[in-house]
């Protein structure tokens, strides 16, 4: 008995112990922002709206691209900001792509990359009436600038170039080379912008010291019981993996139905699916991100982060029961599309649907197709069905994040987000940024803005809109981070 108490409270101990260490490195929230005084926001934001009215719209078609549009913004940006189009003589890739090249004072460096896209997603159609302002207007009010594109991702483009401008006016030259690359089909997986670029760098045999894209932001609210904005970086991104899954029917009259019909068996399988999830998973970024917020957290959050050998279930649990949550610990599938017969009498020959995947960093693409087997293989015989892969992209490799450009990145949020909270984060969707994994290891996501959930819904959605305080932070942010990358 004696020695059940002991035991019991020996263990209490270890909990607790271990609930400490793992919470013990608390950031520091305090300081005030740096200033943004050496911006001339007004003109940042301008040069945002004007960018704003290109329609530089993407399509899954590329005959729907509106390449004259694309050709206009890429003349905007040499005529907005000359000396880069001086200094860095821009140069056209695959038509639409551009990169612009800074030399530095030591060409021996590894240089840095400021990677963008300035394609768009259309406004769906039937929503053009819930836009409070034109989404091509560009239109400054209330303290916001109003259109598509605003956040994902012109502003970060104008930012660079914004700052860029400005050191150049003002004499200044970076020690090592820094090239800016511009994409036009990021939305449609990059296969004609960023592909190419990368080839271009590959053939030049260049290889960056750190590749700097989208991704995470400054997001107040992110995480339920974390109180601070959570300054987000991402360090890799899920894969993505069409499937089109095709059920054989019988044919035949309705009136006389076999048990069950192919458009039955498909429901099955897509049922399956849902209700047998793979296995879940902590990947690095992820178990770094909950070390990082969960100081914030309640005690019997951090004891259950601190402790996973034995809380490990219920926490997969918690995080099973939010889609957002639940996607960062495992690779999820979505039934997206389906076809099958056209007749209310008629039996179909056969139904088929596309099956959108997301595999987590560790599962392949090969490990989600034999998921989608295992459950095709519960309704119907292995003659019945076939499984086709319309796209097959992995997981990016993880960038990693004790690196001097990574630490960098963290000093400069700090610096004008002293309240937030840095963190690496897995991206959920995708960005050029993978593509460049050939020419890269250290490659981060990240714009530096501050929004809320409500600001961050808008993007791919109505509404888009940036507040006039982001542009002139974010331009601020990229002319300390150009101007200290080498300090
Ligand atoms: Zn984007």
């Not at 916001?144 to 914004?162: A, C, F, N, T």
């Not at 939010?322 to 076809?339: D, E, G």
């Not at 004790?402 to 690496?424: C, D, F, G, H, N």
Request: aromatic share 10%; proline share 6%.
């Amino acid at each position: 008995m004696l020695l059940s108490i002991l035991f019991i409270t020996l263990f209490i101990i270890l909990l607790l112990v271990r609930t400490v260490l793992f919470s013990r490195n608390r950031q520091s929230l305090q300081g005030t922002p740096a200033s943004c005084d050496s911006i001339d926001g007004k003109r940042a934001a301008e040069s945002l709206s004007q960018a704003i009215t290109y329609r530089t719209i993407s399509y899954g078609d590329y005959d729907k691209f509106d390449y004259g549009e694309f050709g206009k913004f890429l003349n905007f940006l040499i005529e907005r900001f000359p000396r880069m189009a001086q200094q860095c003589s821009p140069r056209r890739i695959n038509d639409y792509s551009v990169l612009y090249h800074w030399k530095g004072t030591d060409g021996g460096l590894p240089p840095l990359l400021l990677l963008g896209h300035y394609d768009v997603v259309p406004v769906e159609e039937g929503t053009e009436g819930e836009w409070r302002q034109d989404p091509f207007s560009g239109v400054i009010e209330g303290g916001e600038l109003w259109g598509r594109g605003s956040l994902d991702m012109k502003v970060q483009i104008i930012s660079h170039l914004e700052a860029a401008e400005q050191l150049l006016a003002e004499g200044f030259q970076p020690q090592r080379d820094i090239w800016f690359s511009y994409n036009y089909d990021e939305e449609q997986r990059g296969s004609r912008g960023a592909s190419q670029a990368v080839e271009f760098f590959k053939e030049k045999g260049i290889r960056f010291d750190s590749v700097f894209d989208e991704g995470g932001c400054i997001v107040k609210g992110a995480m339920p019981g974390v109180e601070p904005p959570l300054a987000i970086i991402g360090l890799a991104e899920k894969g993505c993996a069409n499937f089109r899954i095709k059920v054989k029917g019988s044919g035949g009259h309705s009136s006389m139905p076999p048990r069950s019909t192919a458009l039955g068996k498909l429901s099955r399988i897509i049922t399956d699916l849902e209700q047998n999830p793979m296995k879940p998973r902590m990947t690095p970024p992820v178990r770094q991100m909950l070390r990082v917020t969960s100081p914030e957290m309640s005690f019997v959050s951090r004891l259950a982060l601190a402790n996973q050998f034995l809380f490990k279930p219920l926490l997969f649990k918690i995080f099973a029961a939010n889609p957002t949550t639940n996607a960062m610990i495992r690779t999820s599938f979505s039934a997206t599309m389906s076809r099958t017969g056209d007749a209310p009498n008629v039996l179909p020959l056969s139904a088929e649907a596309v099956i959108n995947c997301r595999p987590l960093p560790g599962d392949s693409v090969s490990d989600a197709l034999n998921h989608l087997h295992r459950m095709a293989v519960k309704s119907c015989d292995p003659n019945e069905y076939e499984i086709e892969i319309i796209l097959g992209d992995n997981a990016s490799p993880l960038s990693p994040y004790e690196t001097s450009s990574y630490r960098k990145i963290e000093s400069m949020i700090k610096k004008y987000y002293p309240q937030a909270l840095v963190s690496p984060y897995l991206m959920m969707g995708g960005s050029d940024s993978s593509k460049f994994y050939p020419v890269c290891d250290n490659i981060y996501r990240f714009m530096p803005i501050l929004i809320n959930k409500e600001e961050l819904d808008t993007m791919h959605n109505s509404n888009e809109r940036i507040s006039l305080d982001n542009i002139t932070r974010s331009t601020a942010f990229f002319k300390e981070f150009i101007k200290e990358y080498d300090q």
